[in-house]
């Protein structure tokens, strides 16, 4: 799953839909070389943020020495200019950042530090034209200004980097078994190309002589006669880290924030040193007060800048947030919730006292959010992060905040901080508030709905800013969209619609990137796999009965039928998955095509169900099985080819399991029906429902048993899978997708131990807070596995609880409903995280409670099992 500096990355296009960057709207800033017509002999790619330009006829090495160019926006056109000058002189492939805009996105502060700062790529042929043009362009730029690379090794004074690295685009699965850019090893294999945030050389790379000056310089820059030993990283951005550290002669404990020149930009195009000195005028200004800390200096040290301030000690009001919430570690009662709702008065209170000590100086704190805030031992709060700090009077405020805790624009002085303050408090009872950054209206439905369950009356909290005044005006369609889940029963027809509206909305068959916007993971996947891509919503659709667009189906066949089928992914985060789909929407021919190009790959190491082998396998019998395919014939055979492939591959994973070592295959880390060995275990089932074979049913068991392994029963007597700090329920990694499959093996033999789970898992899939709406981590997975597993079955009430509660996240668009993804930024069509995988929950559950198959399912469709409907069965 994409990290929060990937994910912002694909929020910079469309305010609605994560969005590719290549649709960043910045023509009107793009670079004179972006839209020239190409020198003779070249010609121009274009991909994503980047335009390349090549020489023509030839192709590009596939590895070797890389030169990197770094630049601020005032010197980037002529930076450019003379680099492209260079490369054109000597036939080097090159590519820049297309467009100021893009330049001043990818140097912000949130973006990923690995590949901070780099404006143009250089690709040498070979190392004597390496070293020529290095040296050429390094007297070229000498003295102009540019971020350092991190991930580079610098060549003297000019913004000139390089390192050793793949120039063309290959995969390979690294050591988590994710797919990841690779260099090819002098014994031909594939190796991770790491891209981190130091510089390093491959162990079988000769560093040719000319660097060896460079090294040693980089060597020898250190801290001298900087007094402080750091003990602990606290924070990275490409702004620069926080550090906690310690005098070496006082012993005394600081924090250092460190700034790091052209960095770390911001809307208003301030780096981060800009940024620290302000923080540095704004402590000194409010020297005294209790609620900041103590300002020590600032030093410089090599190239980087660092204010010194005062260690308070404490946890972070969001640590704390995440280790009282009251919905989380009780059963909800309003003598377990009062405490909670004390300590978020007594909280709420000490801020505003804070907030008035700063105004009363003349300031707004201007980033109030509770990574900004440590509650000390004692209870007692101060504010931390002041580099968006003030003047009351300054019309030039600076954007900041967390997503949903910002202020509107044009909201400035003391207002601005009320509203974060106000902000704050909601996220304190409801820490979903990324919600309001879709619709600040949203903000009003989380209100009304902690204050009926946190049972506060209309006074408690601080005063409703007036900067919520315009949100009233959309509150109308917020209440629509609730009274579609209130009642006895939820409105599934019209939910159903709804959803469906929003799916075509937002389908885009004109593209070829991706035909439904999702995760952003279904951009290097594609667009037509099953977790993120189009497969996974046509799935969907077919199985609840919504129409197929032939012209859908259409796309996701000509467009697997384009991707390369040596990485083919598993069931769901692949080839195999898409295959099946295929042939369930009476493509069969074109299905059992396509995986055949999957199986020919070499195998995967994982064994799991989303990119693995059990997934591979699970796909075959899918496929072996014609009569579960549109349009096939009651008497066609089953594929007894395809029934064998998946047995040796049970077998190979039924070794794994019983701890024998299978060359090129691993176990999963974990447990869960997409990433743990409970994909093998539904493999076996699906083997013996079709041979009769009990070996199967036996291995079956084992998996389990190893699943099971990984379950502990939690004090409130839930039962969820660790792994290692953290404890999950999910579908994708957690015990509600082992239970399911546990429940299917159950209805087969019997195993008091494994139907002990059952409950306990039951209970923790109705759990009250849900972070995310999404299938595979979020509410509609959950929900659904509640519903399945629950005693008095899907209309239990804490499923229809859940259910009610999806008033939080749904987005009404018109008279449609959007689904926010995975970190709730951004709306999702997909099955994994989006629209569909909550149709196909919303349908499993009506269906269910109906006592067969409803919501505009064609009449015979196959009985609701939510195991069934998961796996593309």
Known sequence: MPGLQQTQLYCLADRTYYETPARLKDESTRYPLDSEPPADGWRRVAGGLWTSLLPEGREPAGQGWKIHVSTVPEEAEETLLDTARICRAHGVPFKFLRSERALLLMSGKYMSR??????????????????????????????????????????????VYIRYGAFVSRWCLDGNGERVLALRHPSGELVPDERGVVFRIPPWVTVPDALRPHLAARAA??????????????????????????????????????????????????????????EHRALTALAGLDCVPEVYGVRTVWEHHFLIEEHIEGTTLLEEIVGRFALLHTTGTAAELAPYTDWVESVTERLTAALAAVHERGLRFGDLHPSNVIIRPDGRVALIDFEYATALDD??????GAPGLQAPAGTVGAEADAYALWATWLYMLMPIMEMAGHDRAKALTLERWARRRYGLDAGAGPRRPAALRAAESTDGRERETAALLEGPRPDWAGLRDRLLRGIHAGATPERTDRLFPGDPQAFS??????????????????????????????WLADTARRQDPASPGGLYGGLPGTAVVLSALGRREEGRELYERCAAAPPSASADLMNGRAGVALAALRLARPQRAEGASPDAKVDHDLVDA???????????????????????????????????????????????????????GRALEAEAAHCVTMPDGTVQVKDGRRHFLYLDQGSGGFALVARAWLARRESPELAALLPGVARGCAFEFVREPGLFTGRAGLMAVAGALSPEGRTAPGVLASVRNLSWHLVADEDRLLVPGAGLLRCSADLATGAAGLLLSLYFLAGAEAGGPSLGAPAGDRPHDLLDLLTLG
């Open 646 to 700: 998946a047995a040796r591959t049970a077998h190979d994973l039924d070794r794994l399991v019983r701890g024998e070592s299978v060359p090129g295959l691993r176990a999963p880390a974990s447990a869960g029906l997409l990433r743990g060995l409970s994909g093998a275990a539904l493999l076996h089932l699906e083997l013996h429902a079709m041979t009769g074979d009990e070996r199967f049913l036996l291995a079956a």
């Open 114 to 159: 690995a590949g901070a700062g780099k404006f143009i790529t250089l690709y040498p042929p070979d190392e004597r034209v390496f070293l020529r043009v290095l040296d050429e362009l390094t007297r070229a730029l000498a003295g102009r200004r540019g971020p350092y690379i991190l991930s580079d090794l610098r060549i003297g004074d000019a913004p």
């Open 395 to 400: 019309p030039d405020t600076p954007v900041a």
């Open 525 to 554: 996947t594609g667009g037509t796999d099953v977790a993120h891509g189009a497969a996974g919503v046509l799935h969907t659709l077919h199985r609840t009965g919504a129409p197929v667009p032939p012209a859908w189906t259409d």
């Open 221 to 278: 820059a250190g801290d001298a006669g900087f007094p402080y030993d750091v003990s602990e990283s606290l924070q990275f951005s490409n702004a620069g880290g926080i550090y906690l550290a310690r005098h070496r002669e006082t012993g005394r404990r600081v924090v250092l924030r460190e700034a790091r020149p052209h960095s770390g930009l911001d809307e208003a195009g301030d780096d981060a040193v800009t940024r620290l000195r302000r």
